[in-house]
């Protein structure tokens, strides 16, 4: 059937990144930070003003709602699409101010409130697919949020289509907008028993006509450091300054692999991310990937030859490794439930592009989902360059995803 798209996917999107939403690894509360629910609100209300009876917010941050089903058929599975509405604590997401490049010509994209951020064709290697389209941008001192505000828009504007076309068959979806992805808690409190849907996708992928059902398998690691503190004039024979043991273990980590700056596809890495500490007390915080547990634990076991290594130079000093499970592959589940990435991959095809399928070097809220029991492939936003000021995406590539979801409740309608 052919469906006329009134979209507003990208008004959407452009109010949405202006509300700050950036999460706080530090945090120990949930959500993180209490201004992501600031959002919520804004969606609860938008859903409600389109007949979405069920629509609220949570305790916990949460956005569930329900688009009811409109057919018959009573054997189609309920199909959730999730995405987050946190925004990166890797750049800053106060202030945002997004701007529409229209009509993009190829020629750099200089972006006003810091010319010295500049996104170049040469550097975003598909930015040569958008000529003709409307690039959006930030305007160079912020990320724009369009991981993952560019989803959420998305999925907004599948419910108004769906709502505005009862003409348009599909079983009882239900919707979840998530806290703390960013931070690797986005999960931590989904109640899937009232979500009560039996299969999802997060909306949360990049380049258009990709759908991803392979993620990287994710620990975290901490090294403490306690060592020998004492005043430094009467210090000779005596100090192991912690600071420096920490700075001998990141010396010494693998040169030339193992690193994200110098791995790509299926490779893994292990990743300092934050040192602190003093002389008597230092820790080290990594994330180590991989997509094989195997691997994962290979790469714990370097490191902890690495620490065992140079702490022998301090024979007073002690240093623990501590491994924190993060998330796994979700090709384990997904490679169970073929058709569930089969149905997005027509979809796909049915909208207009050719379909792709790929591998995350990183991780979504559906790798914890489809553990949990909900299994969870990731979905294209349109969106690039995440989590920085020279982040993009075009208006073009997201009603495309539109398009995708619209396709895809009715591949599900029609395949039961």
Known sequence: ?????????????????????????????????????????????????????????DDYGYVYATIPANTNKKNVPVICFCSHMDTSPDASGKDVKPIVHKNYDGSDIILPDNPEVVIRMKDHKYLKDQLGHDVITASGKTLLGADNKAG???????????????SIKHGKIRLLFTPDEEIGKGANHVDLKKLGADFGYTVDGSQRGSIEDETFSADGATITIHGVGIHPGFAKGKLENAVKIAGDILANLPVGRLSPETTSGKE????????????????????????????????????????????????????????????????????????????????????????TRNSIRGGTDGSRLSFMGLPCPNIFTGGHAFHGPQEWVSRQDMEKAVQTLVELVQIWEEKC
């Open 268 to 355: 893994g890495f292990i990743h300092p991310t934050t040192v602190e500490g003093s002389s008597e007390k230092a820790v080290i915080r990594f994330i180590i990937r991989d997509f094989t547990d195997e691997k994962l634990n290979d790469h714990a076991a370097e490191l902890r030859a690495v620490m065992d290594t140079i702490l022998k130079r301090y024979p007073n000093s002690k240093a623990t490794l501590e491994i924190k499970e993060q998330y796994r592959n979700m090709k384990k589940v997904l490679d169970k439930y073929p058709e569930v990435v089969d149905y997005a991959l027509e979809a796909i095809e049915r909208a207009g592009m050719k379909a």
């Open 1 to 57: 059937m052919s469906i006329k798209f009134n979209h507003t996917a990208v008004d959407r999107f452009l109010k949405y990144v202006t509300i700050d939403t950036e999460s706080d690894p530090f945090s120990t509360t949930f959500p993180s930070t209490e201004k992501q629910k600031n959002l919520g609100k804004l969606l609860v209300e938008q859903l409600l003003e389109m007949g979405i009876k069920d629509a609220h917010l």
């Open 152 to 166: 959420l828009s998305e999925i907004m504007d599948m419910t108004y289509q769906l709502v505005n076309n009862p």
